[in-house]
């Protein structure tokens, strides 16, 4: 039970792909609480990471990860970059040299990068982030049976990424620029756990 690194490069590529394709909402749910720019960062900032993960895609799973996350973090303004440029540096270190990751491999790249999100951006559960995306579908593949197969797991993290991103709505931000708008920052669904959701959705779509 195991990723390949062609499942990782399809990964990213679909990625690229879903924000592509949502970037007209992701700006429209960044437009209620934000600057109205999420959807052309995610979508600028995965066009990007493909072109250069193009030219490294003969070399090991970390640094394929590693380059996506360095052209996040150079590319893409504002807040989402660093932060997703982290959630990829970090979940590198562990999937250096590797041409394959097993179920476990994979969970640790994410945990490890969810820990750089959070050192980042110092994002507590309930701050209505995409951290209220990522810590309750890390959770829930921390507990899981990680001798089903990937697509299993991951199939259960996409719904839980699902209903996390629903349940950021009643939230009040307390990190980023929504948290300028403080109450009136509730009743909307916050933009980087939507793109967070798309992201597992990727992934999912890289190993089913
Ligand atoms: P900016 O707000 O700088 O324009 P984006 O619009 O691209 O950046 O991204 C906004 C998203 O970033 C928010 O919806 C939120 O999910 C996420 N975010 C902002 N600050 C933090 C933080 N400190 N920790 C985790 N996520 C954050
Ligand atoms: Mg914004
Ligand atoms: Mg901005």
């Known amino acids: 039970m195991s990723m390949t ?5 399809q990964w990213i590529e679909n990625c690229n792909e ?19 720019d999420h959807g052309l960062n995610m979508q600028r900032g995965f066009s990007k990471a493909l072109e250069k993960v193009a030219t490294v895609s003969e070399k090991d799973i ?3 990860l590693k380059t996506v996350g360095t052209t ?6 504002g807040a989402s ?22 179920n476990d491999e994979l969970i640790t790249v994410l945990k490890q ?3 750089g999100i959070i050192a980042r951006g110092r994002a507590e559960i309930g701050d209505k982030t995409m951290c209220d995306v990522w810590l309750p579908v890390l ?24 209903e996390s991103v629903a349940a950021t709505i009643p939230l009040i931000a307390k990190k980023g620029r929504a948290s300028y708008l403080g109450e009136r920052s509730a009743g909307h669904q916050d933009p980087g756990a939507t793109s967070t959701m798309y992201m597992i959705k990727a992934l999912y779509d890289a190993v089913k």
Not at 72 to 77: A, I, R
């Open 81 to 102: 970059g660093p932060l997703y440029g982290s959630l990829f540096i970090k979940g590198a270190q562990s999937a250096v040299g590797k041409e394959e990751i097993s």
């Open 5 to 9: 690194k062609s499942q990782v490069l």
């Open 18 to 36: 879903v924000m592509t394709a949502q970037r007209d909402y992701l700006t429209q749910l960044d437009t209620e609480i934000g600057d109205a």
């Open 139 to 162: 959770a829930e593949l921390d507990a899981a049976d990680k001798s089903q197969p990937l697509a299993v797991l991951l199939e259960s993290a996409v719904k839980k990424a699902e």
């Open 113 to 115: 990068g969810v820990e």
């Open 72 to 77: 996040l973090l150079s590319q893409v303004g």
């Open 62 to 64: 970390g640094t394929i």
